[in-house]
């Protein structure tokens, strides 16, 4: 009762009765403290860590985690078989398609499954407590994450403390790593949130509170009784704040004259870095790093592990890895895979990842002078198809359950109102838990999907759900809600410019025509905004829109062929309106062999970055004029 009573001032409100339902799981925390003498803050902390506090109706994340406490029972989840996806993409290594879908991969067998993710019996020896019941019980879950960290305290030889700042050593155990580093990125990360606290509410509605203690100051030296192997960083580009070890992806010559898995070149030199790109792995950590490894498969610089963040590199961020689908986009981004699924949307991410990653992105942008926004942290289902022969096979990862809003809250930059209604841009920003499109085909095509939070927003022809749903002229198929079909849906953090308002509904335009999305004003799935918008030049009906920003013929040296310069099969009508991303010069990096000549080309011929879709394109500048968007 007392830690309920706790609980109120910080949530703003105290309901007649402490024992409402709504904080049934607060309570679980308080009793399972008390039983397992772990103090209920760094059982808080632990569990937001690994869940954000939520239940995830029981399903488990991507490494087979269950609850709260996200116990770990990859037994189970190879039982239930494993996850299918499908975006139609083919494994190509062309110059423009050098990114195919990851293959399906499995957990490792039984035998050989990582302690990381076998958590879940070992809380069941410890509780008494079936393995269902901590699979599918919040309040047991809780009780098996405190005996885990109450087992790793005596473990270490320390005592019952009721002082969080003596279990340091326990928290870090209880992360699964084998190594030092990402034991301590992640307790670090738990007492961080310690000393600051939070407040939310649950995906099942409950009432869940951590006070902030900001003079804690745990005991980091614990770490060294851990038993743990010391991780070399040797030859990686990663910042102190996150564990990161190199696992290099091979740049071998093989076959007849082919070669792999990436480029070398002097980057951001020649070329620069504008982007990174968000992808998710389709498989799992162990099969995922097989891959990359392989010098005639496609590569990346960085992957993420689901259970505690833990980063492995494979690319260095001077070098072209092959990741993207768009040569253009790979030349000038960085690729960072997180282990998941993307038509598992109940197969969530962890805490730890999304942090682990946000700072990881907040490193890179900083020292490549990358902005942190929409238009250049892009999702892989934000990359373009650079020709229209591409446009349909471009891959459709993170998807709609990737948690942009949370994750740029994470980089420190939190999607707000930067306008009044005349601003003439929004913001997509939903609320996540809140917002919840029907989408199928993550079994199998046509059955509906799990009923899940989403960070997208539908779009349809008119201002009401009874309108067709948005067409997108470069597929030219009939639009579905399919969660591999990006032709009529925005992205949380996405721009456009305001195409017109009626009652609870707003148009953007989007792919050359005008698309409308619910926005009511008492749950608004948009902010206004301001900025700059590109339009067409007076006397132009349309100009063309393209999949990179390719030099004109003549800035082409002798012995490097001129690429062409193709429309996608869009335009942009006049009258239309278009959120501005960046203002570049045409560039084309020239790699074609193991050990031939590499140059950067670069133009004169300048193009701006627009936010034409769901998807980047890019206008040339000669074409449109920049105007203020609430002009």
Request: contains cysteine; aromatic residues 10%; charged residues 20%.
């Amino acid at each position: 009762m007392a830690a309920a009573a706790l609980l109120f001032p910080l949530l703003g409100a105290a309901p007649s009765d402490a024992r409402s339902p709504e904080y049934r799981l607060q309570s679980a925390f308080a009793s399972a403290a008390a039983e397992y003498h772990v103090p209920q803050s760094v059982l808080l902390g632990v569990s937001y860590l690994q869940s954000r506090w939520d239940a995830h109706a029981g399903a488990p994340s991507v490494t087979g985690g269950y609850g709260p406490m996200h116990l770990t029972d990859a037994r189970t989840a190879l039982a239930e078989g494993p996850p299918h996806h499908s975006d139609g993409s083919e494994d190509a290594r062309g110059d423009d398609a050098r990114a195919p879908l990851l293959p399906k991969a499995k957990l490792p067998e039984v035998a050989e499954i990582p302690a990381r993710l076998r958590t879940l019996p070992r809380a069941a020896e410890l509780t008494g407590l079936s393995a269902r019941q901590l699979r599918t019980d919040p309040a047991a879950n809780v009780a098996g994450g405190a005996a885990l960290l109450a087992a790793a305290q005596k473990e270490l030889g320390a005592p019952l403390s009721s002082d969080p700042a003596d279990w340091y050593g326990a928290v870090a155990r209880f992360s699964g790593a084998e190594d030092t580093a990402t034991a301590r990125a992640y307790a670090d990360d738990v007492y961080d949130l310690l000393r600051t606290g939070h407040k939310r509410a649950t995906d099942a509605g409950q009432l869940v509170a951590l006070a902030a203690q900001p003079r804690l100051s745990p005991d980091t030296g614990q770490l060294r009784r851990a038993g743990l192997r010391t991780l070399d960083p040797a030859g990686t580009e990663c910042p102190a704040t996150v564990s990161c070890e190199w696992i290099p992806a091979p740049y071998k010559q093989f076959g007849d004259g082919d070669y792999g898995n990436h480029d070398l070149a002097d980057r951001p030199a020649s070329p620069g870095i504008d982007h990174i790109v968000i992808h998710d792995t389709e498989g799992a950590w162990e099969g995922v790093l097989t891959m990359v490894q392989d010098p005639t498969y496609v590569s990346w610089q960085y992957t993420l592990r689901s259970t505690d963040g833990h980063i492995a590199q494979h690319v260095k961020a001077k070098d072209i890895a092959w990741h993207a689908g768009n040569w253009y986009v790979n030349a000038k981004s960085i690729g960072l895979e997180h282990e998941g699924f993307l038509a598992r949307p109940d197969a969530w991410y962890t805490e730890a990842m999304y942090r682990s990653s946000a700072r990881l992105v907040t490193y890179l942008a900083k020292k490549y002078g990358i902005p942190l926004d929409r238009q250049h942290i892009l999702g892989h289902d934000n990359v373009p198809g650079p020709t229209s022969s591409t446009v349909s096979g471009m891959h459709t990862d993170p998807g709609p359950y990737w948690d942009w809003r949370h994750y740029f809250e994470l980089l420190g930059r939190p999607f707000e109102a930067t306008a009044g209604p005349n601003g003439g841009l929004v913001t997509i920003r939903p609320d996540y838990a809140a917002n919840r499109p029907r989408y199928t085909g993550c079994v199998s095509a046509g059955v509906p999907c799990a009923d899940h939070g989403s960070s997208a927003v539908r779009l349809y022809s008119g201002p009401g759900e009874s309108y067709p749903l948005i067409k997108d002229p470069g597929l030219g198929s009939t639009p579905t809600t399919g969660v591999n079909d990006l032709s009529s849906r925005v992205s949380t953090g996405q721009q456009y410019a305001v195409a017109g308002r009626n009652g609870d509904w707003t148009a953007i335009w989007y792919l050359g025509q005008k698309a409308w999305f619910k926005n009511p004003k008492n749950n608004p799935t948009a902010v206004n905004a301001t900025g700059l918008v590109v339009t067409p030049k007076e006397g132009r009906s349309s100009v063309p829109v393209y999949g990179r920003a390719y030099p004109e013929a003549s800035a082409y040296p002798a012995g490097v062929p001129a690429q062409a310069v193709s429309p996608l099969p869009y335009t942009l009508p006049a009258g239309q309106r278009y959120a501005v991303g960046d203002r570049v010069p045409g560039e084309y990096y020239y790699a074609v062999t193991f050990d031939g000549p590499r140059r950067a080309v670069v133009g004169k011929d300048l193009y701006y970055e627009i936010q034409f879709g769901h998807r980047v394109g890019f206008v040339r500048a000669a074409d449109v004029r920049v105007v203020a968007s609430g002009s």
